[in-house]
């Protein structure tokens, strides 16, 4: 091996290079190949070089206050083709599962009377939103986009770690990380048929276009962001400028007689679709907070009279509640009368008698989640907390017993990632996109693939200080070269002159704005929604 591995040891996590005799597995061999040659110093320097490219684009995001680049390691993570297909199809089973859900629980709630989930399970969720009971989107998507959280354990299987179905973001990372690492490390694509992400822009917006109410011929779509300060801003513009959409805040839209416009420097346009990257509880003041100023007063009105969509719709949250996680599996065999072709991390329901003693006699084995925490927030790993913070938390767990589950400690597997000069081997997980336009669930082949960066941190998430990787999905090997994929298991647009941002003399551009008067009053409002 070259310098670069020197050292690089392997534990009880599955590495996805190499194998357990440690030769590079077959899907990791050209990249392996391509990295041989290459110095510490050379890799770092590259690796210096898209730091600065991403801090002069903007790819930023806030972490302790401060805005920096967003961490890109640049050594890819790479999925084989034979692994690719499983991946796909798992994650759109979920989709489609959890849009059923939706549409039930929101509806004649027939899964609740079925006992296949406890009523109680969904009224006490804190993001079951009764003001949108009834609602039926026009062409009856509520999940427009999903990012299932994906992690593969020591004995290789990949399984879902979450689902989430609100406002999903971290593809603009997709999207950057590819460009960024075609331009330090070309030769590393030289031998390789990696599939594209460009194409999420374009199927992003189709998907929308197709949610607009019936009789609606040329549908105008926005994105409705929280403002500058938010820490996933860059997202936002970046999609609105590569869609060709409008980029807008809640008090560039108005609702008047059930329906949506935008004030534009070239008057009022009607609005049809708004992909909103706001929090429901900051929508719609008239029905959510009151001291909202991130969203406009009457969408929900407007959406139920079916003048506009809301995507993702309003009170998707129910199905990312991670006890309602626990019923997924049972949810897929309910409405599509199949397996679940991606399994659940075993997970202990800590408001039933058997499980909620089985995790107090192994609070410190067990990682313990809250129910309706994210961004790694709230997370406790035992075998890593000391034993008042143990002591705590049995007591939290004691007094609402619903609002925790618990999982065994899952070695996430390992990537080899630049550390100084030298390659060592990081957790990672990968959160794979997808995209319903109501006929078909598109998943993008790549995804975002976390890495915790210090050494033994399993917590991958960006807000907790981990980074990313570029993730290569290969494409179909050329005819005769079948199996040599990898190891098997299961143009940008200019916002038009009319923008309601330049209406305020402000610039949607792909970094970082600051906002005219600022909204300091609400900053902790736009915090809402970090990237990952």
């Known amino acids: 091996m070259a310098d670069l591995f020197e050292g690089y040891r392997f534990g009880d996590a599955w590495d996805e290079m190499f194998a357990a005799d440690g030769s590079p597995r077959r899907a990791f061999e050209p990249l392996h190949e391509a990295l041989r040659p290459l110095s510490g110093g050379d890799l770092r320097a590259r690796a210096d070089s898209l730091a600065r490219g991403f801090l002069e684009r903007g790819v930023t995001f806030d972490y302790e206050g401060r805005e920096q680049p967003f961490p890109l390691d640049i050594v890819p993570r790479v999925v084989g083709a034979d692994e690719r297909d499983g991946l796909a ?278 990682v313990l989640k809250p129910v309706d925490g994210s961004g790694g927030k709230g997370i406790v790993i035992g075998p890593h907390a000391a034993p008042g913070v143990l002591d705590a938390l049995r007591v ?26 030298q390659l060592r081997p990081r957790h990672v997980d990968l959160r794979p996109f997808a995209v319903n336009d109501g006929t078909d669930v598109w998943v993008l082949p790549g995804g975002l693939t976390r890495v915790a960066l210090p050494e033994g941190e399993l917590i991958v998430n960006s807000s907790m200080g981990g980074g990313s990787k570029d993730t290569w999905v290969l494409g179909d090997p050329p005819p005769g070269t079948a199996g040599r994929g990898g190891d098997r298991r299961t143009t940008v647009t200019s916002s038009k002159s009319g923008s309601p941002l330049a209406a305020r003399g402000l610039t949607p551009d792909v970094g970082p704005v600051e906002a005219e008067d600022g909204l300091a009053g609400q900053e902790q409002q736009q915090q809402q929604g970090r990237p990952c």
């Open 89 to 366: 199809l798992g994650v759109a089973q979920r989709v489609k599962a959890l849009e059923a859900f939706l549409a039930d629980v929101y509806g004649t709630a027939q899964v609740l009377a079925d006992g296949v989930v406890p009523r109680s399970v969904v009224t006490t969720s804190k993001h079951c939103q009764r003001a949108v009971a009834g609602l039926e989107p026009p062409n009856g998507v509520r999940v427009h986009v999903a990012g299932i959280d994906l992690v593969r354990g020591a004995d290789g299987e990949f399984r879902v770690l979450e689902d989430n179905v609100r406002v999903p973001s971290g593809v603009s990372y997709v999207m950057e990380n590819r460009r960024a690492v075609a331009q330090v490390f070309p030769e590393a694509f030289a031998t390789q048929r990696i599939r594209p992400v460009s194409d999420y822009p374009a199927r992003l917006l189709a998907a929308l276009q197709a949610a607009a109410a019936e009789g609606v011929d040329d549908p105008v779509v926005v994105v409705l962001t929280p403002g500058a300060h938010n820490s996933a801003y860059f997202e936002h513009a970046l999609l609105a400028r590569t869609m060709g959409v409008e980029l807008v805040e809640g008090r560039d839209l108005l609702c008047v007689g059930n329906k949506v416009k935008m004030r534009t420097t070239d008057g009022e346009r009607p609005v049809d679709v708004i992909y909103r990257r706001v929090d429901d509880e900051f929508l719609d003041p008239v029905q959510f907070r009151r001291d909202s100023v991130l969203g406009t007063p009457g969408l929900v009105n407007a959406a139920r009279a079916g003048n506009v969509v809301l995507a993702n719709a309003i009170g998707n949250g129910v199905a990312d509640d991670k006890l309602v996680y626990t019923y997924v599996p049972d949810l897929i065999r309910y409405y599509l009368h199949e397996e679940p072709v991606i399994d659940n991390v075993r997970t202990l329901r800590l408001g039933e008698a058997a499980d909620h003693e089985e995790a107090m006699d192994r609070l410190h084995e067990l």
């Open 396 to 421: 939290q767990v004691r007094t609402d017993p619903r609002g925790w589950v618990a999982q065994p400690v899952v070695q996430l597997s390992t990537a080899p990632t630049l550390v100084g000069e």
